[in-house]
Protein backbone atom coordinates (compact mmCIF):
# COMPACT_ATOMS: atom_id res chain seq x y z
CA UNK A 1 0.00 0.00 0.00
CA UNK A 2 2.88 2.57 -0.78
CA UNK A 3 1.75 3.97 -3.84
CA UNK A 4 -1.52 5.03 -1.88
CA UNK A 5 -2.90 8.57 -3.35
CA UNK A 6 -2.88 10.15 0.89
CA UNK A 7 -2.58 9.17 4.34
CA UNK A 8 -3.95 11.72 7.35
CA UNK A 9 -1.42 11.96 10.19
CA UNK A 10 -2.41 12.08 13.66
CA UNK A 11 -0.47 13.06 16.83
CA UNK A 12 -2.75 12.01 20.25
CA UNK A 13 -2.33 12.21 23.69
CA UNK A 14 -5.18 11.33 26.19
CA UNK A 15 -7.77 11.73 23.51
CA UNK A 16 -9.72 8.39 23.85
CA UNK A 17 -12.86 10.33 23.92
CA UNK A 18 -11.93 12.75 21.00
CA UNK A 19 -10.19 9.76 18.35
CA UNK A 20 -13.46 8.53 17.46
CA UNK A 21 -15.54 11.74 16.83
CA UNK A 22 -12.65 12.37 14.38
CA UNK A 23 -12.15 8.74 13.10
CA UNK A 24 -15.94 8.70 12.28
CA UNK A 25 -15.81 12.14 10.37
CA UNK A 26 -12.88 10.55 8.12
CA UNK A 27 -14.76 7.27 7.28
CA UNK A 28 -17.73 9.56 5.81
CA UNK A 29 -15.09 11.37 3.24
CA UNK A 30 -16.73 11.94 0.30
CA UNK A 31 -13.34 9.91 -1.64
CA UNK A 32 -13.28 6.23 -2.85
CA UNK A 33 -11.69 3.60 -1.45
CA UNK A 34 -10.20 2.98 1.93
CA UNK A 35 -9.02 6.21 3.94
CA UNK A 36 -5.48 5.21 5.54
CA UNK A 37 -5.20 7.17 8.41
CA UNK A 38 -1.41 7.01 10.64
CA UNK A 39 -2.16 7.97 14.38
CA UNK A 40 1.16 8.63 16.83
CA UNK A 41 -0.17 8.25 20.53
CA UNK A 42 2.37 9.29 22.93
CA UNK A 43 2.27 9.86 26.55
CA UNK A 44 -1.23 8.66 26.93
CA UNK A 45 -2.70 7.22 30.57
CA UNK A 46 -5.87 7.26 28.88
CA UNK A 47 -7.51 4.25 26.66
CA UNK A 48 -6.96 5.64 23.38
CA UNK A 49 -5.87 2.77 21.68
CA UNK A 50 -8.94 0.86 23.13
CA UNK A 51 -10.97 3.69 21.45
CA UNK A 52 -8.92 3.36 18.17
CA UNK A 53 -9.27 0.04 17.78
CA UNK A 54 -13.02 0.10 18.21
CA UNK A 55 -13.62 2.83 15.72
CA UNK A 56 -11.48 -0.03 13.18
CA UNK A 57 -13.82 -2.59 13.89
CA UNK A 58 -16.83 -0.69 13.04
CA UNK A 59 -15.67 1.06 9.70
CA UNK A 60 -14.02 -2.33 8.59
CA UNK A 61 -12.04 -1.72 5.26
CA UNK A 62 -13.38 2.21 5.07
CA UNK A 63 -10.59 3.26 7.37
CA UNK A 64 -7.11 1.97 6.90
CA UNK A 65 -5.50 2.17 10.37
CA UNK A 66 -1.92 2.29 11.68
CA UNK A 67 -1.26 3.37 14.92
CA UNK A 68 1.73 3.36 16.78
CA UNK A 69 2.61 4.03 20.88
CA UNK A 70 5.36 5.87 22.11
CA UNK A 71 6.61 6.65 25.63
CA UNK A 72 8.81 10.03 24.96
CA UNK A 73 10.88 11.26 27.34
CA UNK A 74 10.15 14.32 28.80
CA UNK A 75 12.08 16.95 26.43
CA UNK A 76 10.82 15.28 23.48
CA UNK A 77 7.64 15.10 24.64
CA UNK A 78 5.64 17.72 22.64
CA UNK A 79 3.58 18.81 19.40
CA UNK A 80 7.06 18.37 17.46
CA UNK A 81 8.31 15.25 17.97
CA UNK A 82 4.81 14.08 17.66
CA UNK A 83 3.60 15.62 14.49
CA UNK A 84 7.07 14.58 12.87
CA UNK A 85 6.42 11.21 13.76
CA UNK A 86 3.07 10.94 12.83
CA UNK A 87 3.85 12.60 9.42
CA UNK A 88 7.03 10.24 8.93
CA UNK A 89 4.55 6.96 9.37
CA UNK A 90 2.28 8.81 6.80
CA UNK A 91 4.60 9.26 4.08
CA UNK A 92 5.60 5.67 4.66
CA UNK A 93 2.68 4.70 3.04
CA UNK A 94 1.79 7.24 0.08
CA UNK A 95 3.37 7.24 -3.49
CA UNK A 96 6.61 8.91 -2.92
CA UNK A 97 6.38 11.34 -5.61
CA UNK A 98 3.10 12.32 -6.30
CA UNK A 99 1.17 11.41 -2.97
CA UNK A 100 -0.12 14.36 -0.63
CA UNK A 101 0.55 14.07 3.39
CA UNK A 102 -2.79 15.20 5.11
CA UNK A 103 -2.07 16.70 9.32
CA UNK A 104 -5.08 16.96 11.12
CA UNK A 105 -5.42 16.64 15.11
CA UNK A 106 -7.61 14.79 17.27
CA UNK A 107 -9.66 17.29 18.09
CA UNK A 108 -11.20 18.37 14.90
CA UNK A 109 -14.17 16.94 12.85
CA UNK A 110 -13.88 17.87 9.04
CA UNK A 111 -16.83 18.09 6.81
CA UNK A 112 -17.46 15.32 4.37
CA UNK A 113 -15.20 17.16 1.66
CA UNK A 114 -12.46 17.89 3.52
CA UNK A 115 -9.90 15.44 1.94
CA UNK A 116 -11.32 15.68 -1.34
CA UNK A 117 -11.35 19.56 -1.37
CA UNK A 118 -7.93 19.35 -0.43
CA UNK A 119 -6.71 17.17 -3.43
CA UNK A 120 -8.47 19.20 -5.31
CA UNK A 121 -6.22 22.36 -4.97
CA UNK A 122 -3.40 20.27 -4.72
CA UNK A 123 -4.88 19.00 -8.72
CA UNK A 124 -5.31 22.54 -9.63
CA UNK A 125 -1.42 23.33 -8.86
CA UNK A 126 -0.66 23.90 -4.76
CA UNK A 127 2.29 22.05 -3.45
CA UNK A 128 0.14 23.43 0.22
CA UNK A 129 -3.00 23.82 0.98
CA UNK A 130 -3.63 25.37 4.71
CA UNK A 131 -7.23 24.82 5.59
CA UNK A 132 -9.77 27.23 7.65
CA UNK A 133 -10.12 26.65 11.37
CA UNK A 134 -13.85 27.46 12.90
CA UNK A 135 -14.54 26.47 16.51
CA UNK A 136 -17.31 23.07 16.60
CA UNK A 137 -20.66 24.54 16.08
CA UNK A 138 -21.50 21.21 18.32
CA UNK A 139 -19.38 22.67 21.11
CA UNK A 140 -21.26 26.57 21.08
CA UNK A 141 -19.33 29.07 22.44
CA UNK A 142 -20.26 31.88 25.49
CA UNK A 143 -22.53 34.49 23.78
CA UNK A 144 -19.10 36.74 24.81
CA UNK A 145 -16.47 34.35 23.74
CA UNK A 146 -18.96 33.96 20.04
CA UNK A 147 -18.98 38.05 19.77
CA UNK A 148 -14.80 38.13 20.48
CA UNK A 149 -14.72 35.47 17.65
CA UNK A 150 -16.63 37.41 14.91
CA UNK A 151 -14.68 40.55 15.89
CA UNK A 152 -11.36 38.14 15.22
CA UNK A 153 -12.35 36.73 11.91
CA UNK A 154 -13.67 40.16 10.96
CA UNK A 155 -10.52 41.78 11.56
CA UNK A 156 -8.87 38.97 9.71
CA UNK A 157 -10.69 39.65 6.75
CA UNK A 158 -9.30 43.09 6.56
CA UNK A 159 -6.13 41.57 6.68
CA UNK A 160 -6.37 39.43 4.12
CA UNK A 161 -7.95 42.19 2.02
CA UNK A 162 -5.07 44.60 2.23
CA UNK A 163 -2.76 41.99 1.51
CA UNK A 164 -4.16 40.89 -1.67
CA UNK A 165 -4.64 44.63 -2.56
CA UNK A 166 -1.15 45.45 -2.27
CA UNK A 167 0.73 41.90 -3.01
CA UNK A 168 -1.77 39.46 -4.67
CA UNK A 169 -0.23 35.93 -5.11
CA UNK A 170 -1.87 34.79 -8.63
CA UNK A 171 -1.74 30.70 -6.87
CA UNK A 172 -3.63 32.28 -3.70
CA UNK A 173 -6.46 34.38 -4.85
CA UNK A 174 -9.38 36.39 -3.23
CA UNK A 175 -11.46 34.81 -1.75
CA UNK A 176 -9.13 33.35 0.83
CA UNK A 177 -8.18 32.54 4.27
CA UNK A 178 -5.16 32.65 6.32
CA UNK A 179 -5.50 29.67 8.28
CA UNK A 180 -2.28 26.74 8.04
CA UNK A 181 -1.93 24.87 10.88
CA UNK A 182 -1.74 21.28 11.95
CA UNK A 183 -5.29 20.99 12.09
CA UNK A 184 -5.87 21.67 8.69
CA UNK A 185 -2.83 20.96 6.02
CA UNK A 186 -1.96 18.94 2.97
CA UNK A 187 1.47 18.69 1.46
CA UNK A 188 3.35 16.77 -1.07
CA UNK A 189 5.30 14.31 -0.36
CA UNK A 190 9.16 15.57 -2.23
CA UNK A 191 7.91 19.20 -0.66
CA UNK A 192 7.87 17.72 2.62
CA UNK A 193 11.50 16.06 2.66
CA UNK A 194 12.77 18.84 0.66
CA UNK A 195 11.35 21.22 3.36
CA UNK A 196 13.08 18.78 6.31
CA UNK A 197 9.97 17.43 7.50
CA UNK A 198 8.35 18.83 10.38
CA UNK A 199 10.69 20.52 12.74
CA UNK A 200 10.73 18.70 16.45
CA UNK A 201 10.12 22.13 18.59
CA UNK A 202 7.97 22.00 21.21
CA UNK A 203 5.41 24.92 19.95
CA UNK A 204 4.90 25.90 16.43
CA UNK A 205 6.12 23.43 14.68
CA UNK A 206 3.22 23.56 11.78
CA UNK A 207 3.90 26.94 11.01
CA UNK A 208 7.69 26.47 10.87
CA UNK A 209 6.82 23.37 8.64
CA UNK A 210 5.16 26.23 6.13
CA UNK A 211 7.92 28.25 6.17
CA UNK A 212 10.30 26.28 5.29
CA UNK A 213 8.21 24.57 2.60
CA UNK A 214 7.29 27.88 0.93
CA UNK A 215 11.29 28.89 1.23
CA UNK A 216 12.24 25.60 -0.49
CA UNK A 217 9.73 26.67 -3.38
CA UNK A 218 6.92 25.59 -2.25
CA UNK A 219 3.58 26.82 -4.00
CA UNK A 220 0.90 27.48 -0.36
CA UNK A 221 -2.77 28.27 -0.59
CA UNK A 222 -5.54 29.24 1.23
CA UNK A 223 -8.58 28.03 -0.41
CA UNK A 224 -11.87 29.18 1.06
CA UNK A 225 -13.30 25.14 0.23
CA UNK A 226 -10.99 24.11 2.74
CA UNK A 227 -11.58 24.59 6.10
CA UNK A 228 -12.42 21.44 9.76
CA UNK A 229 -13.83 22.35 12.66
CA UNK A 230 -12.14 22.09 15.72
CA UNK A 231 -12.99 21.93 19.74
CA UNK A 232 -13.21 25.08 21.43
CA UNK A 233 -12.06 23.30 24.73
CA UNK A 234 -9.37 25.34 26.79
CA UNK A 235 -7.53 23.05 27.97
CA UNK A 236 -5.67 21.17 25.89
CA UNK A 237 -2.54 18.66 25.18
CA UNK A 238 0.03 20.80 23.18
CA UNK A 239 1.68 24.22 25.15
CA UNK A 240 0.91 27.22 22.49
CA UNK A 241 -1.66 25.33 20.72
CA UNK A 242 -5.47 26.10 20.35
CA UNK A 243 -6.73 25.59 23.51
CA UNK A 244 -3.82 27.79 25.12
CA UNK A 245 -5.29 30.20 22.83
CA UNK A 246 -8.53 29.48 23.70
CA UNK A 247 -7.76 29.76 27.01
CA UNK A 248 -6.11 33.02 27.06
CA UNK A 249 -8.78 34.81 25.09
CA UNK A 250 -11.39 33.74 27.31
CA UNK A 251 -9.54 34.88 30.36
CA UNK A 252 -9.07 38.28 28.50
CA UNK A 253 -12.72 38.46 27.86
CA UNK A 254 -14.04 37.71 31.22
CA UNK A 255 -11.39 40.58 32.88
CA UNK A 256 -13.43 42.70 30.07
CA UNK A 257 -9.94 43.80 28.86
CA UNK A 258 -9.45 44.82 25.15
CA UNK A 259 -7.79 42.75 22.73
CA UNK A 260 -4.80 44.26 20.39
CA UNK A 261 -3.35 42.99 17.37
CA UNK A 262 -1.13 45.41 15.10
CA UNK A 263 -2.68 47.87 13.42
CA UNK A 264 -3.61 48.12 9.92
CA UNK A 265 -0.88 50.38 8.88
CA UNK A 266 1.50 47.83 9.87
CA UNK A 267 0.16 45.27 7.68
CA UNK A 268 0.26 47.48 4.84
CA UNK A 269 3.78 48.21 5.34
CA UNK A 270 4.50 44.73 5.39
CA UNK A 271 2.48 43.52 2.29
CA UNK A 272 4.72 46.26 0.88
CA UNK A 273 7.82 44.49 1.97
CA UNK A 274 6.68 41.60 0.27
CA UNK A 275 5.91 42.38 -2.37
CA UNK A 276 9.31 44.30 -2.50
CA UNK A 277 11.24 41.54 -1.77
CA UNK A 278 9.37 39.21 -4.06
CA UNK A 279 10.89 41.33 -6.72
CA UNK A 280 14.35 40.52 -6.26
CA UNK A 281 16.02 37.33 -6.25
CA UNK A 282 14.81 34.18 -4.58
CA UNK A 283 10.94 35.58 -5.36
CA UNK A 284 8.51 34.01 -3.00
CA UNK A 285 11.12 31.52 -1.33
CA UNK A 286 13.36 35.03 0.25
CA UNK A 287 9.79 36.20 1.27
CA UNK A 288 9.97 33.13 3.47
CA UNK A 289 13.67 32.79 4.34
CA UNK A 290 13.55 36.58 5.22
CA UNK A 291 10.17 37.47 6.89
CA UNK A 292 10.97 35.66 10.21
CA UNK A 293 14.06 37.76 10.18
CA UNK A 294 11.76 41.01 10.95
CA UNK A 295 11.22 42.50 14.16
CA UNK A 296 7.75 41.49 15.65
CA UNK A 297 4.88 43.83 14.53
CA UNK A 298 3.62 45.45 17.75
CA UNK A 299 0.32 44.38 19.18
CA UNK A 300 -0.85 48.33 19.11
CA UNK A 301 -4.54 48.29 17.98
CA UNK A 302 -7.76 47.42 20.05
CA UNK A 303 -10.01 45.21 17.84
CA UNK A 304 -12.06 47.19 15.34
CA UNK A 305 -13.70 47.23 11.86
CA UNK A 306 -11.83 50.44 10.11
CA UNK A 307 -9.21 50.25 7.45
Given at each position: ????????????????D??P???????????????????L???????????V???????????H?A????????????A??????????????I???????????????????????????????????G???????????A??M??????????????????????????????????????????????????G???????????????????????????????????????????????????????????????????????????????????????????????????????????????
Amino acid sequence: MTDARFCVCVPARDEADRLPILLDALARQDVDGPIRVSILINNTVDDSVAAVARAQAAWGERLHLAVACYDLPPERAHAGTARRLAMEAGLARIDPDRGVLISTDADTRPPSDWISAMLRAIDAGLDIVGGRIVVDDAEPLAADMDAMQIKLDRYWACVRAIEDDIDPCRWDPAPRHGDHTGASLAILAPLYRAAGGVPAIPAGEDRALVEAAVAAGGRLGHPMSVWTRVSARTIGRATGGMADHMQVLSDRVARGESTFLPSFDQWRARAAWRRMRRDQPGGDAGVARDEPLLPAMRCDMPLGLDR
